[in-house]
């Protein structure tokens, strides 16, 4: 019932539309997860694959080729199962199946001509044995998305493909395996696995059904996976896992943080010291899998996928709007930032207090206060403080109460946040500047505004409803370093700034044990 649902749906779509059109309706949101017959597997094979026209003539070359060389692939690297332990879940006998006559020969070299133009095709010295990067992988799959055991934790099967995917992967890239990735490749065969299609329930099947089982057919989830994994973490390898590009992507960041929100640039660069390469490794290696969740993620990727096609149809980049994205989630939590110090920040950062139901999250609004005078540590004692200091201003994300108190959590809305990354994307740096900043100011609900003294101030765009509303506002202005000429000023004004700041954090923890207090 759920394949004949899946072909019906796939059949509607490809005869009113050429799949080549399914990305620019999925930006425009007329192609969604909302939409009655929307398949997000033919969507990302569609970009994946370069599958064009409509059902009568759909282009499958690309998706057969591929299918064809991961054949190959698996036939002269295979998965050294038999090195394993004879008592491990994952152990099997060595059984050659493949044909090692003259004929398998040639389809080799013929195959390797397809690939010969692939990043991953160099040959290197690897820097892990088989089995150590066996291992690795078995151990990083066997705990992959505990929030969905299905999937891989209780699925056997699933992890095998799985590990022998990023196997075969691992051996054509032949450096040091990534961790990771395979949270990547998890997400993807998810979507291929959720809607795949077994060609045996279709009996006697006519031209058009037969294009869509080819497409769908659950037979070819791991040669479809494999080039759609390496299609799509291509650009993010090279940007993001070596050392050198992360630190230049992390600089062009911050660039870009400081055009649209000096406030917030300044806050984590020189108030707080943050270093942006910290926190924003996993943000941009994982694509966000870590802080928005699965569920979110999904409808993020279609987004990614669909922008991507719509620049570079022959290159698929989910790189592009991640840096925009990544500065809006930012401002989301911008007046929480404002009141944390380095330990409580960082904390944010690292546990974006988004709403999921499959994520497990402190309270809404629970800010950690380093209870220890000087820097923070992860051996310093924190206390929480349960108060709403977050901005409702913006359309773009909602807030979550719970039941029992009032902790908040965002909720995103993934479509309006894509729409303005893209509207980011396009501006030149003088438009990010002015037209930008102000987009900022309606996702934070604080101005962003500099005197004619430097002086940088985030206060409320309108007066905010919660009591300490006030205290929010006096916290949130304080001196750049000035000339000096104007030495003397600045410093006194930025030593009232700062003990308002101090004050503020104080208040907000006598609060807190009056609070412990009362219940006791």
């Known amino acids: 019932m759920k394949e004949s649902n899946t072909v019906e749906r796939i059949r509607h779509v490809l005869q009113k539309c050429r799949a080549e059109k399914l990305p620019e309706l999925a930006l425009s949101g007329s192609y969604s997860r909302q939409s009655a017959y929307f398949s997000r597997s033919l969507l990302w094979k569609t970009v994946a694959f370069q599958i064009t026209g409509q059902l009568e003539d759909l282009n499958l070359r690309m998706l057969r080729e591929c299918r064809k060389d991961y054949e190959t692939l698996k036939s002269e690297l295979m998965v050294p199962w038999h090195e394993l332990a ?15 006559s003259d004929s398998f020969g040639k389809k080799l070299k ?20 088989d089995i150590q990067t066996l291992e690795s992988l078995i151990a990083d799959v066997d705990r992959l998305f505990p929030q969905f055991p299905e999937y891989f934790i209780e699925n056997k099967e699933n992890k095998r493909q799985l590990i022998e995917v990023l196997y075969i992967w691992w051996k054509l890239n032949g450096d040091q395996y990534l961790q990771g990735l395979h949270e990547i490749a998890g997400i993807i065969f998810v979507v291929l696995k959720t809607e795949s299609i077994s060609k045996t329930t279709f009996q006697n099947a006519d031209r058009r059904t037969s294009l869509i089982l080819e497409l769908m057919d659950s037979k070819y989830i791991r ?3 494999f080039s759609m994994f390496h299609a799509m973490t291509e650009s993010l390898i090279d940007l993001y896992y070596d050392e050198t590009s992360l630190l230049q992507e992390s600089i062009k960041f911050d660039l870009k943080l400081r055009l649209v929100d000096k406030y917030q640039y300044h806050l984590l660069k020189n108030k707080l010291r ?9 943000y941009l290696r994982l694509l966000l899998i870590r802080e928005i969740g699965l569920e979110y993620s999904f409808d993020l990727w279609d987004k990614l996928v669909a922008f991507s096609y719509t620049q570079h149809p022959e290159k698929l980049d989910l790189s592009l709007l991640l840096p925009y994205i990544i500065i809006l989630l930012l401002s989301l939590i911008k007046p929480r930032l404002i009141i944390s110090d380095y330990g409580e920040a960082l904390y944010l950062l690292l546990h974006y207090p988004i709403d999921d139901r499959n994520k497990s999250h402190l309270p809404s609004s629970a800010i950690l206060v380093n209870e ?26 909602a807030f979550v109460g719970s039941n ?18 893209i509207t980011l994307y396009r501006m030149s740096d003088q438009d990010l500047s002015i037209l930008g900043a102000r987009i900022i100011e309606l996702y934070s609900g604080l101005s962003n505004e500099e005197n004619k003294e430097g002086v940088l101030s985030a206060n409320p765009i309108k007066i905010q409803s919660y009591p300490l509303g ?13 000339s000096s000429s104007g030495k003397n000023t600045n ?30």
Not at 111 to 120: A, D, F, G, T
Not at 376 to 389: A, D, G, M, R, V
Not at 470 to 482: E, G, P, Q, V, Y
Not at 504 to 512: H, V
């Open 274 to 282: 943050i270093e942006s390469s910290i926190w924003l490794i996993r």
């Open 110 to 129: 013929i195959s390797r001509m397809r690939i010969e133009h692939h990043p991953l095709s160099t040959p290197k010295t690897p820097k892990m044995t």
């Open 86 to 100: 004879k008592d491990h879940e994952f152990y099997c006998d060595l059984n050659v199946e493949c044909d090692l």
């Open 470 to 482: 006030d205290m929010l506002k006096r916290s949130t202005s304080w001196t750049k370093k000035s």
């Open 491 to 520: 410093n006194t004004s930025h030593c009232n700034q700062r003990r308002d700041f101090d004050r503020t954090r104080l208040e907000l923890r006598l609060r807190n044990k009056v609070s412990q207090a009362l219940k006791k």
């Open 223 to 225: 040669h479809d996976l």
């Open 372 to 397: 220890d005078a000087g820097s923070p540590t992860e051996e310093s004692t924190f206390t929480y403080i349960q108060e709403n200091h977050q901005s409702k201003n913006s359309g773009s994300y």
């Open 404 to 421: 029992n108190n009032d902790h908040e959590l965002l909720q995103l809305d993934i479509s309006q946040i894509t729409k303005d990354a």
